[in-house]
């Protein structure tokens, strides 16, 4: 059925270890294919080998600022997300994910039901617009509208597209951050961008609360962060399906005892 095992590249940030090992745990208890290939995109590792060397600053001793457009970004995994087609070797399917998320249901769906053809890639269309009384997001850091936000945090690589021949580690590692979010790569062609339904990236503070989420995405930090609190009463739920799941891990791993 597939050329290659499923693959799934999760953005890491050492900030939110714990919200990248619960993700892990949430799509591994949750799929009914059971040998995916999990990938943690590590900034530092990419950086090791040469294939990711953006260069930026910090201000404040917290926020980051990138050199090449001179825009605050928040995560380590801001720009690495785009490296996906070049590490699967422009072919095969996978998905993208932010560590910030809570899988609640059959990832294989997303490569059963959405991977077409004609799409470079596939994502939820989100509306999303920043309230004016939400400045910061995740630890502080600096919430910024721009088109086509969050687009890029849950996405379905059909990285053997042409299209996707054009985005190199070159541009990664130069093009401004909007050029990649907005994905300018894929051009003006019809269809470029395949939508996948909104329950797959659930936003918090954002997303219908009558859409029953298969992925919750935490996106104004998470329970993982002790000053972060839900922005509506309905993400309680979600809220204490991860802590169940984290204290799951922590018992596993013996890390404390109970």
Known sequence: MYE????????????????????????????SFKNLNIIKLNQSALRAIGLYRRAYKTIDNKQKIDLSDGL?????????????????????????????????????????????????????????????????????????????????????WNCGHPANANLTPDDVNTKPGRWLHNFEWIGETINPIGNI??????????SNSEIEAKNVHFTTGGPWFSSWTPLTTNENEYVDEWKALRDKIIIDEGLVNV
């Open 197 to 206: 339904h909104e329950e797959w990236n659930w936003l918090d503070g954002h």
């Open 4 to 31: 290659r095992l499923p693959t799934i590249y999760i953005g890491y940030d050492e900030r939110e270890d714990i919200a990248f090992e619960v993700l892990v745990e949430s799509i591994k208890s949750t799929s």
């Open 72 to 156: 605050p970004f928040s995560t380590d995994f801001s720009f690495t997300r785009f490296l996906v087609p070049h590490l699967n070797q422009y072919e095969g399917l996978a998905i993208y994910m932010d560590c910030d998320m809570l899988v609640r249901s059959d990832i294989m769906e997303v490569f059963e039901k959405y991977a077409e053809a004609q799409y470079a890639v596939s994502c939820i269309w989100h509306d999303y617009v920043v309230s004016d009384n939400v400045t910061f997001k995740m630890d502080q850091q600096i919430q910024q509208n721009y088109s086509k936000k969050n687009w890029s945090s849950f996405m379905l």
